[in-house]
């Protein structure tokens, strides 16, 4: 962003303001009032623009993208001392530590807000007491790159990976967690592994907190001969509804476990096959 402010501030204050879950929210700000207005908003976690007004006009182009088309201020009431902010559609990231700040030719003023989320943390408490399990692990191979994934999930998951049999075999992969609106969880993590690598079972585990997990197995084995030819325009992405390999289900007082595996091989560029263990 580039900017630099540099002054003494001659007024420090901070306010408490509890806002509702997806509801319009007002960050109160005001100033003394004089020449040349400019009013800075900053949310402090991460020092993120959320709004400027200079050259009696708002600014957005430096705007932090979690606050685009969210965020606006009274241009009315901006000649008579108020800079308070309107926040739409308030999220859970949202909380947190505000900073207003205003400059006029006249003085500059500094001051804090806290947004809280009303009721947000008895809801979070019942969320995580009702949870969201661990439903569908897919799992996807496309040239040496396999990829495991699972959508909406509650409280956070956590993803392995391991081979049957076990092996020393050092593989890269990278995970990635993302929080949704609606406070569940997707989680993707993607394995790379060398050529000529055969005879070894990639398991993919994601569970949460609750011993809710859910595991899906690739292979790729060396073809024989007598395997079943799939177009490889067909998907090879793999659930629990769909029948391939063995599917196990057992249940325990703590929570369940669903063991799903398959086998892949790659013969050449245009054809794939799949073959059910037994």
Known sequence: LGLSIMFLCSYVSATEV????????????????????????????????????????????HQDQCFTNRTKLFTDLICRGNASLQLTGVEIQDEGKYNCITHTTRENQESFVNLNI??????????????????????????????????????????????????????????????????????????????????????????TGKNLNLTSASNLPRPPDDSIYV??????????????????????????????AFIYSAQNSHKAKYKNPR
């Open 118 to 207: 009303n009721g947000m943390r008895n809801f979070l408490n019942v969320l995580s007491f009702i949870a969201a399990p661990v439903n569908e692990v897919k799992i996807d191979q496309v040239d040496n790159r396999i990829t495991c994934w699972s959508e909406g999930i509650y409280p956070k998951p956590q993803l392995t990976w391991s081979t049957s049999p076990p092996s020393n075999i050092t593989f890269l992969n990278t995970t990635t967690v993302q929080q949704t609106k609606q406070l569940l969880y997707n989680i993707s993590s993607s394995l790379m592994f060398s050529d000529g690598l055969y005879n070894v079972l990639f398991i993919c585990t994601i569970s």
């Open 18 to 61: 509890s806002c509702v879950f997806m509801e319009r929210c007002i960050l109160p700000c005001s100033f003394q009032i004089g020449n040349e207005t400019i009013i800075w908003w900053f949310k402090t976690e991460g020092d993120k623009l959320v709004h400027l007004f200079n050259y009696n006009k708002e600014q957005l182009e």
């Open 231 to 260: 177009s490889q325009s067909q998907p090879k992405i793999v659930t629990l509804s769909r029948v391939i390999g063995e599917i196990q289900t057992q249940s325990r007082s703590s929570g369940c476990e669903v063991n799903s």
